[in-house]
């Protein structure tokens, strides 16, 4: 628990909310309900074992920050998660209710320890250890299967270890909803790909025999495609695409727009991760610094070949 004044604020509640959920109860002094429910707000904080911060602020010393939250009787809670209110409740209220309304929002332990985990493994790759970074991805997708930042990174770096049928097995669930989401069709794709080079007899040719064929018949879109599979099962992704691009530009329907399909799918598996919420803006530091670093200039190049190859999508479809 901490006592919050408008001097410390931003931090203590507005940035603190991008890492923590953050719980404000306002309150003052000569409040009777206050009196019962704060000191079951500070059994929650410990209970709740870093799962969120309560944070308190004396509403008669700090009129301005309870009139920027509108505050009219207290006690008066308000849950801020992204430097954002996104719920809240009045007067004194039973335990039973406050773990209720937390449940609602705050994340699960599991959750916790999965999205830990994954830091973890993240971690371990950038230090090269994969098969480390492979076992904690795993442990973190057992500790809560409904992660799906998880799961796409544990399926995603079996592709990239040449576990391929154990990485169609982490995105069958997935693939079975209503709304397929775009990143593990794109792990679907690029699964199929290797499986193509693997299983088809095209699979051994040369680049040189498909540019033979190729020049032979420049609507071969049959041949045309599977160069562009071939491409992307070796990492080369704008190669790939460039390819796909012929297609697209002599038949977008071909096969069910399999081209333009696959094309998008490349897209997705370029484009790095949304940051979380608590992660600085890219090329900046945590305070906002502006860096001109090796790092940045990669993201500023990654950024810059998406929009590219984005556009000559958008006109080769128009």
Not at 71 to 84: A, D, E, Q
Not at 171 to 192: D, G, S, T, Y
Not at 292 to 299: D, I, L, P, R
Request: aromatic fraction near 6%; glycine fraction near 6%; charged fraction near 25%.
């Amino acid at each position: 628990m901490i006592d919050v004044t408008i001097e410390n604020f931003e931090a203590e509640v507005i940035q603190a909310s991008m890492q923590v959920p953050v719980l404000v109860d306002f309150w003052a002094p000569w409040c009777g309900p206050c009196k019962t429910l704060g000191p079951l707000l500070d059994k929650l904080e410990a209970d709740y074992g870093g799962r969120f911060k309560l944070a308190k602020i004396d509403s008669d010393q700090e009129q301005q920050l309870a009139g920027m939250f509108g505050i009219r009787s207290i006690p008066t809670c308000v849950l801020m998660i992204g430097g954002k209110p996104v719920d809240g409740f009045m007067g004194a209220q039973p335990e039973s209710k406050l773990r209720e309304f937390l449940d609602k929002h705050l994340p699960s332990e599991a959750a916790m320890a999965a999205e830990a985990g994954a830091d973890e493994a993240q971690q371990l790759l950038d230090s090269g250890d994969v098969q480390a970074a492979l076992q904690m991805l795993q442990e973190s997708l057992a500790a809560d299967p409904s992660n799906d930042d998880a799961r796409f990174d544990y399926a995603r770096l079996l592709i990239q270890t040449g576990a391929v049928t154990e990485a169609e097995a982490q995105i069958e669930e997935p693939l079975k909803r209503i709304q397929q989401p775009l990143r593990f069709v794109a792990l679907k794709a690029w699964a199929q790909a290797i499986r193509f080079v693997h299983e088809d007899d095209r699979g051994d040719w040369p680049l040189e025999q498909f540019d033979a064929a190729i020049a032979a018949n420049k609507r071969d879109f049959d041949t045309r495609f599977a160069k562009a599979q071939a491409l992307m099962a070796e990492g080369q992704w704008t190669a790939s695409m460039d390819e796909l691009l012929e297609i697209i530009m002599r038949d977008k329907t071909w096969n069910d727009q399999a081209a333009r399909k696959l094309f998008v799918a490349i897209l997705e598996l370029l484009t790095p991760p949304k940051p979380k919420a608590n992660d600085a803006v890219p090329g900046t530091t945590a305070g906002g610094i502006a860096l001109t670093g090796k790092a940045s200039k990669q993201e500023d190049e990654v950024g810059a070949l998406l929009s590219s190859y984005r556009r000559r999508l958008s006109m080769a479809l128009n």
